[in-house]
């Protein structure tokens, strides 16, 4: 509430700094202890295939598969969710 009132630079300014917060909180719906949902849930990567990839990627995936797996146990809704990233967002 209230984000609409605020100066369009400021909005952006919000937004800019918050979207990667943002993002990592939305990633864990697409992703389970097993892989990763891609194209829209039409394809499905899998974590040993991601740990497989040339350096740095397959280190910099684990971390982010670790931290959905905690995430999911939490088991917000998508309305939970949207409030969660609006508290980053204007945090």
């Not at 891609?38 to 990567?45: C, E, I, L, P, S």
Request: with cysteine.
């Amino acid at each position: 509430p209230g984000f609409v009132d605020l100066f369009l630079n400021d909005q952006v300014t919000l937004l800019k700094y918050g979207v990667h917060e943002a993002i990592f909180a939305m990633l864990p719906s697409l992703m389970n202890k097993d892989g990763l949902l891609v194209a829209n849930g039409k394809g499905f990567v899998t974590r040993e295939f991601l740990r497989s990839l040339r350096k740095p990627f397959g280190e910099i995936m684990e971390p982010k598969f670790e931290f959905a797996v905690k995430f999911n146990a939490l088991e917000l809704d998508d309305s939970d969710l949207a409030l969660f990233v609006a508290a980053i967002i204007l945090c």
